[in-house]
């Protein structure tokens, strides 16, 4: 099994809402990470999680909140989203230290905050 | 000055053409590179890593560094309608969180 796999696809929710994004890996990854990806831009690193704890947080603001509840599952959850916070989040594993190795990513949870 | 910078195309040639996708870093202590294909509206999905100086060969792609002018490059022989995509190159930092910096992506387009 070589997949990263993100829930939901596709989520369109209001500035006040609460909502969750799922990713799950099964490949024995240690590090996993949030990405946030713009339109034609790259993507932009938000969370690190090595060895479920969380090493950087590259000054995201609190309306984004990341979890780790174990090896394989990586939660970003949200509240009150602004409009500009539209755009693909991608999550991605790897392994830990080695550094000829390279990230796996997910397919991508594209939110709207409407 | 950014960490990795990108020739910013977009790129388009006919099927069958060599494409050279290019970058340039900043820091000569830069060692680990990466080059990432993005299809729309998918994740990115690694094409090749390539450590400090010299080429590495898969198939139709040449990953080259050069490490004197702190290059990046990467060679598509061949190309096909199929390869149309954005390609972005990418350093990884050294350390047990290995963050990936991007560079700002070339879109390529092969014309049939």
């Known amino acids: 099994d070589t997949e990263v796999t993100q829930t939901p696809k596709h989520l369109v929710m209001g500035m006040t809402n609460k909502k969750s994004l799922k990713c799950e890996q099964h490949?024995?990854?240690?590090?996993m990470y949030w990405y946030k990806q713009k339109a034609k831009k790259p993507p932009e690193l938000m969370f690190v999680y090595s060895y479920e704890k969380l090493s950087i947080n590259e000054s995201v603001p609190s309306r984004f909140s990341p979890e780790c509840p174990n090896s394989s599952l990586l939660n970003l959850h949200l509240h009150a989203l602004q409009p500009e916070d539209s755009a693909l989040y991608l999550c991605?594993?790897?392994?830990?230290?080695?550094?000829?190795?390279?990230?796996?990513f997910g397919s991508g949870t594209r939110l709207t905050v409407v | 000055q950014k960490e990795v910078e990108q020739d910013p195309g977009p790129l388009s040639v006919p099927e069958g053409a060599i494409v050279s996708l290019n970058c340039t870093y900043s820091n000569s202590a830069f060692q680990y590179f990466m080059w990432y294909r993005q299809y729309s509206r998918k994740g990115p999905e690694l094409l090749m890593y390539t450590y400090s100086s010299g080429n590495k060969e898969d198939g139709r792609f040449t990953a080259q560094v050069d490490k004197s002018s702190k290059y990046i490059s990467l060679f598509i022989r061949d190309s096909q309608p199929s390869d149309s995509a954005t390609y972005l190159c990418a350093r990884i930092s050294s350390g047990s969180a290995r963050q990936l910096t991007f560079g700002s992506g070339t879109q390529l387009t092969v014309l049939p």
């Open positions: 991605a594993s790897s392994q830990p230290r080695e550094r000829n190795y390279g990230y796996t």
């Open positions: 490949m024995g990854h240690r590090a």
